[in-house]
């Protein structure tokens, strides 16, 4: 049953790779694109992708005011977790950069465009291209005669790190170190420690984006993330790469270090948390992971959120509560974190203009994200913690579900605007089938 499980959620993994990684697509401005940097000293640090291959990143110069600003992303793309899944993963641009674009479009929090990113436009920006399988944190390797693996992700950190120092970034007076989905599970492990590389005088801080995964039961009432999380620190050595106090704190499962919900109470960094209450890939692979539906119950609840019946709204709802009360310390008592939780069925908000800041992007109390993180990382509001209502309450989401164009109730529903066309969900959807 482990084992099925297991594969279950490998094979989940290989949709978020896609879910992360499509082209933004967005009308209007198509955003900037950027050159691939390889990290030609990285070999002397044995830091190497899975297949070997050097890492590398994209970085956008900053410009006037924001010179000495600096804003890394993690590339977000899944995991792997047993020797299969990573030698797959090795042969595609999620595990080597032989197979990678050497340019990438920057956009929503990346943007060059003051109208489209008031707050970070001119700062320097670079993208830490992903190509290890367990978000920058691993170290060790594999060989057998006929396969040779890297996990060197934590090598991968420090290289890129290392390479950025003497281009400014070791001058820096503001930084922010964020990431997407896997990218931002990443800002969890790394945020300490990439304040640790910067002036003292520096104000840094860190975001995610839609990487706060939980420890979640499923439907069928087994833990299948911490299942695989566990599969994957053993794999490529993570555990020497956690926080210590907090692997301390949850002996013998260190493990559990790698969720989000144990490692944040550890992180000294002020921390901001951009997820979406229903995430739309812990609904159907963490909540619903395809082992706990062997008969296809959800099938239509997944793809479309108005055929739920009321059972499965009730286990929506208690996702939402789950996430909720394992983020409730953090919400009651950081004096400077902040949060923007909405009720969007979307995976990755914030490298994507439409919900980062347009006409039309989500908002909370009629704050738009880009505003809310801007408020908290300049201080400009007491407290910037936004927790949206349920759904369906929330009309301005632009859902990955797409909601169904024969549903005459559709019109009002998450996914659609107020001019009934569709959002960016179906759109994007139909990118990722085709």
């Not at 691993?138 to 006929?146: I, L, Q, R, W």
């Not at 990487?211 to 911490?226: C, E, K, P, Q």
């Not at 949850?250 to 109470?265: D, G, I, K, V």
């Not at 009321?310 to 996702?319: I, V």
Request: proline letters at 5%; hydrophobic letters at 35%; a positive charge.
């Amino acid at each position: 049953m482990k084992t099925k499980r297991l594969l279950n959620l490998t094979a989940a993994m290989v949709l978020l790779v896609s879910l992360t990684s499509s082209t933004p697509l967005v009308s209007g401005d198509p955003g900037r694109r950027v050159s691939m940097t390889l990290v030609r000293r990285a070999a002397a640090l044995g830091a190497f992708c899975l297949d070997g291959s050097l890492p590398a990143y994209h970085l956008d110069r900053g410009f006037g005011a924001g010179s000495n600003n600096w804003l890394l992303q993690f590339e977000g793309g899944g995991w792997c977790n047993d020797i299969a899944s990573c030698v797959d993963r090795s042969k595609t641009r999620r595990g080597s950069t032989r197979f990678m674009s050497n340019t990438v479009v920057f956009t929503g929090i990346l943007s060059n465009n003051a109208s489209l990113n008031p707050d970070f436009y001119n700062w320097n920006k670079v993208r830490l291209r992903y190509c290890d399988g367990a978000s920058f944190a691993g170290d060790t390797e594999f060989g057998n005669g006929t396969s040779m693996l890297y996990f060197r992700g934590q090598r991968i950190w420090n290289a890129i790190i290392l390479d950025l120092l003497p281009k400014g970034l070791s001058k820096a007076r503001n930084a922010l170190l964020t990431g997407c989905s896997a990218g931002g599970l990443s800002t969890f492990l790394h945020c300490d420690n990439f304040t640790s590389y910067l002036p003292k005088t520096a104000n840094v801080k860190c975001m995610s984006d839609a990487g706060f995964f939980l420890d979640a039961i499923d439907v069928a009432s087994n833990r299948t993330m911490r299942y695989f999380y566990t599969q994957l620190v053993s794999l490529q050595g993570i555990q020497k790469n956690l926080d210590t106090s907090c692997t301390r704190a949850f002996y013998p499962e260190p493990s559990l270090c790698f969720f989000p919900q144990y490692a944040l109470r550890f992180i000294r960094t002020p921390f901001f948390i951009l997820n979406s209450a229903y995430d739309v890939f812990q609904f159907h692979h963490g909540l619903v992971p395809p082992s706990a539906d062997p008969t296809g119950r959800w099938n239509h609840c997944k793809l479309n959120v108005t055929a739920c019946n009321p059972h499965q709204l009730d286990a929506l709802q208690g996702f939402r509560k789950d996430m909720l009360g394992a983020l409730m310390n953090f919400f009651r008592n950081s004096t400077r974190g902040g949060m923007f939780i909405n009720s969007c069925f979307d995976h990755c908000q914030s490298a994507l203009q439409e919900t980062w800041l347009s006409p039309t992007s989500p908002r909370i109390h009629n704050k738009t994200i880009a505003a809310t993180v801007g408020d908290w990382y300049f201080g400009r509001r007491k407290e910037a913690k936004e927790i949206g209502c349920p759904y369906p309450c929330d009309k301005t989401c632009h859902n990955l579900i797409p909601a169904s164009t024969t549903d005459s109730s559709v019109s009002n529903a998450p996914g659609h605007n107020s001019r009934g066309t569709l959002s960016r969900s179906q759109a994007e959807l139909n990118y990722i089938l085709s």
